[in-house]
């Protein structure tokens, strides 16, 4: 089981560039990495996925070293707006087919002004 | 069409009532998933569908039913509820169940009384 080890809550400023690193010691050579973010009262939102080296999409980057045991979701020049809950999930395959995606315990990102 | 639909957004039942809480897709994925969340928590997994055939049981009480009656529905049947079962009940649907990319609906939130 790859579980995964996020800070509990990070504190960032307006226009600032936010990395939250997660750690996923046991993570399978199939594994993918993938972030979400959510809101209060609202259901989590896929943000980016990676598998190795660097990815990064209009919303943010996703960075993985060669031993793939950690990742770091970068957010450029944050806002308010992005003040919430973020997780990072690896992927566990299980017999019989099925992909478990299991939340850890995310790590709360406030922005201030 | 990208959304997950949940039907009832706030739910109030009695610990003797049966009920059912619905969830809906139209993007044609073949994968979906009953996670439940409490204040402050990350959601937990329950069940997850594949193919409408039951893949994934995390070891729920047999309170909770799943029931996929066709590729773009997804119901979760309560009887007998406990108040600690009080929570935000989310569903999920991605692709498949080798997607980690899933698209979750806004959730019910349940209150057992």
């Known amino acids: 089981l790859a579980k995964t080890t996020q800070p509990i809550s990070m504190d960032s400023y307006e226009g600032q560039e936010v990395n939250i690193t997660c750690s996923h010691n046991?993570?399978?050579?199939?594994?993918?990495i993938t972030w979400y973010q959510q809101f209060p009262s609202q259901g989590p939102r896929f943000i980016i996925q990676?598998?190795?080296t660097k990815v990064t999409n209009e919303v943010a980057s996703l960075f993985i070293p060669a031993d793939r045991k950690s990742s770091t979701l970068s957010l450029p020049r944050v806002s308010l707006s992005d003040t919430a809950v973020y997780y990072c999930?690896?992927?566990?395959?299980?017999?019989?087919?099925?992909?478990?995606?299991?939340f850890g315990t995310g790590t709360q990102l406030k922005v201030e002004l | 069409d990208t959304e997950v639909t949940q039907t009832p957004k706030h739910l109030v039942m009695g610990m003797t009532n049966k009920k059912s809480l619905k969830c809906e897709q139209h993007?044609?994925?073949?994968?979906m998933y009953w996670y439940k969340q409490k204040a402050k928590k990350p959601p937990e997994l329950m069940f997850v569908?594949?193919?409408?055939?039951?893949?994934i049981n995390e070891s729920v009480p047999s309170r909770f039913s799943p029931e996929c009656p066709n590729s773009s529905l997804l119901n979760l049947h309560l009887h007998a509820l406990q108040p600690e079962d009080s929570a935000l009940y989310l569903c999920?649907?991605?692709?498949?169940?080798?997607?980690?990319?899933?698209?979750f609906g806004q959730g019910t939130r349940l209150t057992v009384v």
């Open positions: 999920a649907s991605s692709q498949d169940d080798r997607v980690t990319e899933a698209f």
């Open positions: 046991n993570i399978a050579t199939n594994d993918y």
């Open positions: 990676g598998y190795k």
């Open positions: 999930l690896v992927g566990e395959r299980v017999t019989g087919g099925g992909n478990k995606l299991t």
């Open positions: 993007m044609g994925h073949r994968a």
């Open positions: 569908y594949s193919y409408e055939k039951l893949s």
